[in-house]
């Protein structure tokens, strides 16, 4: 590892920068919004020159990109880590549920700005955020499957029921306020207790 | 009825012209964007010249604003006339949830970009547009509410219940497919089972 002065626009120094430059660059779209933050400042936020930036990222939107595909991949890994700590279908789901609306509530700023997009760009989604979020599903519906072959839910169309487990989770930036008394998993377990054991007085 | 030639900037003489101005401005904003089409164009689509069109909307946002609100009002009224045709609290809710597809599938293209701001602006929703929301979610509230108290529903916190009825709706312009072979109101009527009957194999 050398010391000496690079020159511009050779990659920078500092421990994994990719990483480095795409943890700043979120708290920067989070914080000030997409469009009001520039390539010069995600550089000078993470210490290095633009050069050295165009190296690892050619434009912005690529960091925004990588920063969504990261987070749910994030998600994704910390939710399964829950769901496989338990064992019946039940408890899975409601490990599911609840461990997302964690996962949203401790990454709160985001979460909102950029999985919802509410501060983001106009354009689409990237073919590989949709990739991760297919991911996602896919793993959700592969739990409902489970479910549904060991007969501890009923028959139903699997996208179906995913959809309607993830709805009301994907809301949840629309109303949930970080600042309030009650946890984001709180609203999780009853929209659980809701889905598995139905409306339907009995 | 004047019909000589109308100074500029004089109210239009056609029919309910500001009815006319949302309807064409509607289709404008829903086919080409909010960002691609002027105030010019909107005027020149309805018929007018743009000093009329500016004595009925000063600004491209309130004729946005304006079509977004008479489009939640419309949509509550469609759904509700299907509610009150109903009697029992679990057809009333079967008729909500159906009555919200088909509205949302007959409207698609304005429900798409003009409720979901696909294309529409990057400001925030209007203060109207927000109470128009709560009108609508505050009528599915009262319905629920009414649920509970005939002992239909079990005992739950009615504005989650409400989150948890509206959520897989609403989240229905991200997956569905108008071309494809189901109405949405298929997709809804199983939501509906899903919810009230559980997903808990008994």
Redesign the interface.
């Known amino acids: 590892m050398t010391t000496t002065k690079r020159p511009v626009g050779r990659p920078a120094t500092i421990a994994d920068p990719r990483q480095t430059i795409m943890a700043h660059a979120a708290r920067m779209f989070a914080t000030q919004g997409y ?1 009001n933050t520039s390539l010069s400042q995600i550089a000078s936020a993470t210490g290095i020159s633009k050069a050295a930036l165009y190296h690892y990222f050619p434009a912005k939107q690529e960091i925004y990109d990588a920063i969504v595909v990261e987070m749910l991949q994030s998600m994704k890994d910390q939710v399964w880590a829950r769901v496989e700590q338990q064992s019946s279908f ?1 408890d899975r ?1 409601k490990a599911f549920m609840t461990a997302h609306a964690d996962f949203f509530q401790d990454n709160y700023q985001e979460f909102v700005t950029l999985l919802h997009g509410i501060s983001g760009t ?1 354009r689409g989604r990237s073919a590989e955020e949709l990739a991760a979020r297919a991911r996602y599903e896919n793993a959700l519906r592969s739990l409902v499957q489970s ?1 549904t072959e060991a ?4 028959q ?2 699997t996208a ?2 995913a ?2 487990i ?3 989770l ?2 949840m930036p629309r ?1 949930f306020n970080p600042k309030g008394t009650r946890r984001a998993a709180e ?1 999780a377990e ?2 659980f207790d ?8 009995r």
């Open positions: 469009e039940k789901l106009s479910g007969g501890d839910i009923r139903q169309d179906v029921v959809r309607a993830l709805a009301p994907n809301a109303w609203f009853e929209f809701l889905l598995f054991e139905g409306l339907r007085q």
